[in-house]
């Protein structure tokens, strides 16, 4: 069981490029979550979706935006990348009634 | 809004001992979840343990518990019989129970390292 899968894994951008992280997840959750997390510190919410065709902004969404076309599916889309949003992103699924929240490995962007 | 507190950014512990990192939290919400994620150099965030607020009862997985305290709002997590295999950091998790929306969301901690000495 693959559960939360997240590519690619490292990335290295220039101001201004554009890219999408990719994320998808085989446990048929409709939760789905984009967290970023900054050096010394915890987590923080970018968009979240709470099922297809559904996506919302989280704390930090400028910069970012999301679809959510499939169940399985969430991409995360920067547009015009700064040094400011050099990070490393976490996907995330779970279950509307389980609490417990599925991670994917981590992407690790920096923009240059 | 939900924060979620550790005032330990390292710790450091022998093998076998036993170590304990703090956590506290503020909420005017009277049921929720709290959560222990382990993330190590891997940088693959796991499910420690997880405690729900209406139990009094501990949450307890095999070398770590937890130290639920509802009233301070405290949630310390033990781990027994330290390895090396523990060394992470750790992050404090808070999530609401109220259904919908972003309240599924995590409010994490600022995480604490743990050091594992041999």
């Known amino acids: 069981n693959a559960g939360v899968t997240q590519t690619p894994k490292f990335r290295i951008l220039k101001i201004g490029q554009s890219m999408t992280l990719q994320c998808t997840q085989d446990m048929n959750h409709n939760y789905m979550y984009w967290y970023r997390q900054d050096p010394g510190m915890g987590l923080k919410l970018i968009y979240y979706?709470?099922?297809?065709?559904?996506?919302d902004k989280g704390e930090v969404p400028n910069g970012y935006n999301v679809s959510r076309s499939t169940t399985e599916d969430f991409p995360l889309r920067l547009e015009l990348a700064a040094p400011s949003q050099t990070s490393v992103y976490f996907c995330?699924?779970?279950?509307?009634?389980?609490?417990?929240?599925?991670f994917g490995q981590g992407t690790r962007l920096t923009v240059v | 809004a939900q924060t979620v507190t550790q005032s330990q950014p390292e710790m450091s512990v022998q093998e076998a001992e036993t170590v304990t990192l703090s956590c506290t939290y503020d909420t005017s919400e009277s049921d929720y979840y709290l959560f222990w994620y382990k993330q190590p150099p891997s940088r693959q965030m796991i499910l420690v343990i997880r405690?729900?607020?209406?139990?009094?009862q501990n949450a307890t997985e095999n070398r770590f518990s937890v130290n639920f305290q509802k009233a301070a709002k405290s949630f310390s997590l033990k781990i027994s019989d330290s390895q090396l295999g523990d060394a992470a950091m750790y992050f404090c998790?808070?999530?609401?129970?109220?259904?919908?929306?972003?309240?599924?969301?995590?409010?994490f901690g600022k995480g604490t390292l743990l050091t594992v000495n041999p």
């Open positions: 405690q729900e607020a209406y139990k009094q």
């Open positions: 998790a808070y999530r609401s129970a109220i259904s919908g929306g972003s309240n599924y969301k995590l409010t």
């Open positions: 995330a699924s779970s279950y509307e009634e389980n609490t417990e929240a599925f």
């Open positions: 979706s709470v099922g297809a065709g559904i996506t």
